[in-house]
């Protein structure tokens, strides 16, 4: 099965186990199914998307060039040892970055504020355009504190 997922993290471990001396390795990783990040009402009565977690192939760490990112990642489905299916990501691949970014009331109101312009200006309503003030620009760097820019 193939399907879309933001990546949000991903780390690898190396971990021995002390009884046999075994090496396991693999990366730890979060990701959401819900890649629009879209607000959600879930039929549980929860709100918002809960960030899927697995371990990946410790191979696959250097398919990850960036995170967030948006990715097209190739699952398998097997049986947990409690019975129950597993999905697991098997490959992975970089389709673009994705920045996280907070709306706020500064940016709504502006956002309102043009598009009362827009429609004065078009109904002929000089007097309330002229009361109206440049809408304010949002910071150019994202919420996240990246630049986009690499």
């Given at each position: 099965?193939?399907m879309?997922?933001?990546?949000?993290?991903?780390?690898?471990?190396?971990?021995?186990d002390?009884s046999?001396?075994?090496?396991k390795?693999?990366?730890?990783?979060?990701?959401?199914?819900?890649t629009?990040?879209?607000?959600?009402?879930?039929?549980?009565?929860?709100?918002?998307?809960?960030?899927?977690?697995?371990?990946?192939?410790f191979?696959?760490?250097?398919?990850?060039?960036?995170?967030p990112a948006?990715?097209?990642?190739?699952?398998?489905?097997?049986?947990?040892?409690?019975?129950?299916?597993?999905?697991?990501?098997?490959?992975l691949?970089?389709?673009?970055?994705v920045?996280?970014?907070?709306?706020?009331?500064?940016?709504?109101?502006?956002?309102?504020?043009?598009?009362?312009a827009?429609?004065?200006?078009?109904?002929?309503?000089?007097?309330?355009?002229?009361?109206?003030t440049?809408?304010?620009?949002?910071?150019?760097?994202?919420?996240?504190?990246?630049?986009?820019?690499?």
């Amino acid at each position: 099965m193939e399907m879309q997922i933001i990546l949000l993290y991903a780390g690898q471990y190396q971990i021995t186990d002390e009884s046999t001396g075994e090496i396991k390795q693999g990366v730890t990783c979060s990701y959401y199914f819900n890649t629009d990040l879209r607000a959600e009402d879930n039929k549980n009565g929860s709100k918002g998307t809960r960030p899927a977690k697995g371990s990946i192939d410790f191979g696959l760490m250097k398919k990850i060039k960036s995170a967030p990112a948006l990715y097209n990642a190739k699952f398998e489905m097997s049986i947990g040892s409690d019975g129950k299916p597993v999905l697991k990501i098997v490959d992975l691949d970089y389709v673009s970055d994705v920045f996280i970014g907070v709306v706020s009331a500064v940016a709504d109101k502006a956002a309102e504020a043009s598009a009362e312009a827009s429609e004065n200006a078009v109904s002929g309503t000089p007097a309330e355009a002229s009361e109206m003030t440049a809408p304010v620009e949002a910071s150019e760097k994202p919420a996240s504190g990246r630049s986009g820019k690499k």
